[in-house]
């Protein structure tokens, strides 16, 4: 499972309970909303059954209004009746309007209407004139006949009361009918939506759940190959070091036997002079020549035994001591090279360190440097080496700083970032590519830093390498591989 | 001296080595030049009826390979000895001259190795 495809389940196990509110609510609205309109329409049939009860007592109180009349011929009796009449074809119009869309109760109400009217002009307004007129009124007959038109009114009244009571009824029915949907549908929903919720997080969470199982499996051989190539890559550094240390030695060793081999071929000379006959002053001479060139085998046999002398801790060293004995070895370089090494080593400049692997760090920029100086066109090549001690300051503890100045071409600036690089060379074959990324290792462990200025203007052309060295290194021992 | 002995030049950055050699060939009846670089070494072979040359490998400036390639170019016949400090010269260098033997081999081998090749090359032939 890659990234993408667990934030997609992660999406999905969000949006899945929201969905499922959303339709529930959605649901939930939609019921509720039948019921309101339900509601509404139970409270508008039971505005139009009061306002039927209130048609029937304008009716009655006309009835009553029009009997005090009849009986009295009092006038004050017939303003009720007048009252009454404006009210009712108020409250009739209203009801019309209200039953557009029901024929049965439209007919009820014209019916009503009509009763009414009958009533109001068949009987009421001839009885009211009648009595004005100073007319009898108690005819029996005539009353019976006011009655039944009256009767019929009251049976219209009834009607309509009776339709809006079934419907009524029937909303109420309706009504209930739609809490009990809504609440099955409910239940219904959010079983559904718990079950698929719950089916789907199971799914999801499994495969979620291999898919980290996986990644466990996965990351554990990842660590696996990455600490096997981590093994490997420093077997193959330590061969490096080695190979480099080899390539070190390997020169020191060829300039070691030019430095010898030459004394020795004056001395066995000599030595065949002096069998084959030579004066007495001859003799003097030739043996004179010969303690000399042997103490120059002396003095380089010195040097090199100081090479391989190596401790396994940090042993205190005069640094003065050993640039001397890396620029006696170099001499015959130097000259080959056509170099002046110039020195400024006033005092001795002891830190404690490891004497072999420092030899190895000078031999290599001091050779670096006389290489460069070499190559330095007209002018004479000339190679200075400095070394002193500094006091403890506020950003760095006690320690040596010791310049090997060249006057070479100088580095070309876009060589300059690469000059620590493993096989990074500007030799070509002649070089191992890992003189500098060695040295810097080595001068690392020792607590210091190797810094490279470098000018390559024709009139100041040339390079600075400043080493820095700790007086007492925090060296960690064994990163860097001694030779055996 | 004998006029007619062979002419040897020798050519060594190594002072005390060069003077010790001069004086050994010389006990031994040859006439010597002598040079202290490659480049003061070339008017003298030009010049000189030079009959074998004993010249070092390792020296400022141009190194034995470099003197023995000009020196082919000027009298290819005349013997080139390429004496050298070093064990193991590149073949380039070596194919250049005669006979090729490391310094501190001793008198005896020199001198021996120095008639062979004059035995090869007749005097005066240069």
């Not at chain 1, 949907?181 to 999801?204: D, Q, V």
């Not at chain 1, 070394?387 to 006690?398: E, G, L, N, T, V």
């Not at chain 1, 040596?400 to 100045?405: E, R």
């Not at chain 1, 060249?406 to 690469?418: A, C, K, L, M, S």
């Amino acid at each position: 499972m890659n990234l993408a495809q667990f934030h997609r389940i992660l999406r999905q196990a969000f949006l899945l309970p929201v969905v499922a509110l959303l339709i529930m609510a959605g649901t939930l609205y939609w019921q509720l909303r039948g019921a309101n309109e339900t509601v509404r329409l139970i409270q508008e049939a039971d505005f139009r059954i009061s306002q039927t009860i209130g048609v029937g007592k304008l009716i009655a109180d006309q009835e009553s209004g029009l009997r005090g009349y009849e009986v009295t011929g009092d006038d004050r009796f017939l303003s009720d009746f007048r009252q009454a009449e404006g009210h009712f074809q108020a409250q009739m119009d209203s009801l019309t309007a209200a039953t557009r869309d029901d024929a049965t109760q439209k007919t009820n109400i014209e019916d009503l209407r009509n009763g009414y009217q009958n009533w109001h002009d068949a009987f009421a307004l001839p009885i009211i004139a009648t009595v004005k007129a100073g007319g009898q009124t108690s005819d029996i007959t005539l009353n019976l006949y006011g009655k039944s038109l009256m009767d019929q009114v009251r049976q219209d009244i009834g009607g309509i009361m009776t339709h809006y009571g079934t419907q009524r009824s029937e909303r109420i029915q309706q009504w209930q009918t739609q809490v009990r949907n809504t609440t099955e549908a409910l239940i219904a929903i959010a079983l559904g939506m718990g079950i698929l919720i719950g089916m789907f997080t199971r799914n999801r969470l499994r495969a979620v759940s291999s898919a980290y199982r996986t990644s466990l499996e996965v990351l554990g051989r990842r660590a696996e190959e990455i600490y096997q190539s981590e093994q490997q890559l420093r077997r193959t550094q330590d061969s490096l070091l080695a190979n480099e240390k080899l390539a070190v030695s390997g020169r020191l060793a060829a300039a070691i036997a030019h430095e010898i081999h030459n004394p020795l071929d004056s001395v066995s000379n000599l030595l065949y002079l002096l069998r084959t006959g030579a004066t007495e002053e001859e003799s003097r001479q030739f043996i004179d020549m010969a303690e000399s060139e042997l103490a120059r085998v002396t003095q380089i046999s010195r040097a090199m035994l100081g090479l391989y002398r190596e401790s396994r801790a940090p042993v205190p060293v005069d640094l003065k001591e050993i640039l001397e004995e890396v620029l006696l070895l170099m001499e015959h370089r130097f000259h080959e090279l056509n170099v002046t090494a110039r020195t400024e080593l006033p005092e001795q400049v002891v830190i404690d360190a490891f004497p072999s692997e420092l030899r190895q760090v000078f031999t290599n920029l001091i050779s670096n440097a006389a290489e460069a100086a070499g190559k330095g066109g007209e002018v004479r090549g000339e190679i200075r080496i400095d070394a002193s001690h500094f006091q403890a300051s506020a950003d760095k503890p006690a320690g040596a700083i010791i310049h090997i100045v060249d006057n070479g071409t100088g580095i070309p600036e876009e060589v300059r970032p690469q000059l620590f690089q493993p096989f990074f060379t500007t030799k070509g074959e002649h070089g191992t590519g890992l003189g500098l990324w060695v040295s810097q290792g080595i001068v690392s462990k020792h607590g210091g830093s190797i810094e490279i200025a470098s000018d390559t203007s024709p009139a100041s052309h040339g390079t600075v390498v400043t080493v820095t060295l700790a007086e007492r290194p925090p060296i960690a021992t064994g990163t860097v591989s001694e030779l055996p | 001296m004998v006029q007619n002995s062979p002419l040897i030049l020798c050519i060594d950055d190594e002072p005390v080595g060069l003077k010790v050699r001069k004086i050994l060939l010389e006990r031994e009846g040859y006439r010597v030049l002598t040079a202290a670089d490659g480049p003061s070494s070339l008017p003298l072979f030009e010049q000189e009826p030079v009959d074998i040359v004993v010249l070092d490998y390792s020296m400022p400036g141009m190194h034995g390979g470099e003197v023995a390639g000009h020196m082919r170019r000027i009298k290819p016949r005349v013997p080139i000895l390429l004496l050298s400090a070093y064990v193991g010269l590149p073949s380039e260098v070596t194919s250049l001259v005669d006979l090729y033997m490391t310094k501190g081999e001793g008198a005896p081998v020199l001198l021996r190795k120095l008639e062979n090749l004059l035995l090869r090359q007749p005097v005066g032939a240069s």
